[in-house]
């Protein structure tokens, strides 16, 4: 890696597989079609849930910048981490392309937490708890990021037979409409134990919602069917609980 102390959770395969789509993550017809698709939806979650204007927000797990730039153009002060240099490259420039101010950083949100503890208004963390070796660890780090009363916005995949059909077989294998070997079935995550983790961390959790994709379409909505995608929303109690 090219940044000094990073956290070691994290998969250093899946960091490059989608470091190698960093040119095209921009193109609304390349390899990231399904999440441009996906991303007004996931700011409609956001913005329903949390006055965005004026807040501070992190995005973990930025990608290429989809949803930070997105949150920005709201009105947040956005800071947005990856640890692929690749894809936050290609979101800084991006942002100067777009002329949108978005803090972007190559940095574990383990660490950003041991640096900038309570912090954010919002953090938000998006398509990549399922990528990532111990995702209760980057749910924790959530925690100690966002200020007390703070909003947490998630989303991942559930670990099912729809969403393995849907998400691997038909998305990855059928309609191509994902590079091969994006996602592996057994790296889902069940809500269930989103909730626990949630728990775990202190968190109350708020709300779960579907969100389901329409390949024919290309387009995105929310809906009550968890089988496959869905999206999060926990909040930090106002009172920190005492150690």
């Not at 980057?138 to 969403?163: V, W």
Request: charged share 25%; net charge negative; proline share 6%.
């Amino acid at each position: 890696m090219n940044a000094p102390h990073l956290s070691s959770n994290f998969d250093q395969a899946e960091l490059d597989k989608f470091a190698a789509l960093a040119t095209r993550w921009w193109d609304a017809d390349g390899p990231q079609k399904p999440l441009h698709a996906l991303n007004p939806v996931r700011l409609q979650y956001v913005a329903a849930r949390a006055p965005l204007r004026g807040l501070r927000v992190l995005d973990i797990g930025c990608g290429g910048g989809l949803l930070s730039e997105a949150l920005a153009q709201a009105g947040a002060e956005v800071t947005a981490i990856d640890l692929a240099p690749e894809l936050v490259k290609v979101a800084r420039l991006h942002a100067l392309e777009s002329g949108v101010t978005v803090d972007y950083r190559v940095q574990a949100a383990e660490d950003l937490a041991d640096e900038q503890p309570e912090s954010f208004d919002v953090v938000t963390c998006m398509e990549m708890l399922e990528h990532v070796p111990d995702p209760a660890a980057i749910i924790d780090a959530c925690k100690r990021l966002l200020k007390p009363g703070g909003h947490l916005f998630l989303s991942t995949i559930n670990r099912t037979a729809a969403a393995f059909a849907v998400a691997i077989v038909g998305a990855e294998y059928v309609a191509r409409l994902l590079p091969k070997g994006t996602h592996h079935y057994q790296e889902f995550i069940k809500p269930a134990e989103l909730s626990r983790w949630l728990r775990e961390a202190d968190l109350q959790l708020e709300d779960v919602s579907g969100m389901a994709y329409e390949p024919w379409r290309n387009r995105a909505r929310l809906g009550s069917r968890t089988d496959i995608n869905y999206l999060a929303h926990a909040t930090k109690p106002s009172q920190s609980t005492p150690a």
